[in-house]
């Protein structure tokens, strides 16, 4: 596996890493311990470096999970975790919450549910509105003082707020979505993150499945699927929207691969501090991921592409309206 500078922050992982997430939340029921921590060492294995958590991920059950899986290999990984969201003791999920305070408590126990005594790579996970983000960037910096933290992250910010951040503490990475069917990131904050040398780490690169071609208009989501809440997954959507899955097929019938691995070589292409995030539960999944650092597309592939995806238009919203009004902030 070849690695990756996140910017000019240093960090250097894998070219791909592995969005954990999904093995316990948000795409139906949780995977079975054991089953998922043989594929997060399976990742490892494999050459994959970075795994992408949160506290918020089950809650908790995500870190924990984690931080098991990577006990034994924690010298020769990346983690990392994020930090904003309210949660009560009951593992209830109330809003968000980045005030300095909090941010350093739920550090300690982001540490312990980890199983380390530094976490990589530590995000805001939204921004919080009522808190000013030089404050948010001030704690995290406290926390790096204290060898607690090595780096700070932001997650779905806009440029304005990256800047302002960046500027109390540097930042490693942006983690947002990115992807053949969400280039909204293209418009202001890869520019900003090149100017400022801040690495970007695109989740949901694969459009949460969609873009692999094993998603259709007939496909049903588990009432758990935190997909069958999203506008652009409603039935007529995903019909309107197979016009990208089969550009992308196209491409990959005639590269001999698959439809994830064009998408997520397109994402590898654009610039070299770009480190995609796909999640999967399953092996076989996770290998045909990584194969996709090995395949390299031409500046004519490229440009095709963009010429053919520029004339399709993605129908639905990303995100319900909820949870849309905390991106891009």
Known sequence: MQTRKLGNSGLEVSALGLGCMGLST??????????????????????ITFFDTA????????????????APVRDK?????????????????????????????????SLKR???????????HRVDPKVPIEDVAGAVKDLISEGKVKHFGLSEAGAQTIRRAHAVQPVAALQSEYS??????????????????????????????????????????????????IPRFMPEARKANQAVVELIGRIAAEKKVTPAQVALAWLLAQKSWIVPIPGTTKLHRLEENIGAANLALTPDDLRNIDAAVSKISVEGARYPEHLQRLVGR
């Open 26 to 47: 948000g795409y139906g029921p949780a995977t079975e311990k054991e089953t998922a921590i043989s594929l997060i060492r399976g990742a490892v294995e494999r050459g």
């Open 55 to 70: 506290e918020v991920y089950g809650p908790f059950a995500n870190e924990e999970l984690v931080g098991e899986a990577l």
């Open 77 to 109: 990984v990346v983690i990392a975790t994020k930090f904003g969201f309210g949660i009560s003791r009951e593992g209830k999920q109330h809003g968000l919450d980045s005030r300095p305070e909090h941010i350093k408590r739920v550090a300690r126990a």
């Open 114 to 124: 980890l199983k380390t005594n530094v976490i990589d790579l530590f995000y805001q």
């Open 180 to 229: 053949l069917w969400w280039r909204e990131p293209e418009r202001e904050v890869l520019p900003a993150l090149e100017e400022l040398g801040i690495g970007f780490v695109p989740f949901s690169p694969l459009g949460r499945g969609f873009l692999t071609g094993a998603i259709d208009e007939n496909t049903t989501f588990d009432s758990t699927d935190f997909r069958s809440g």
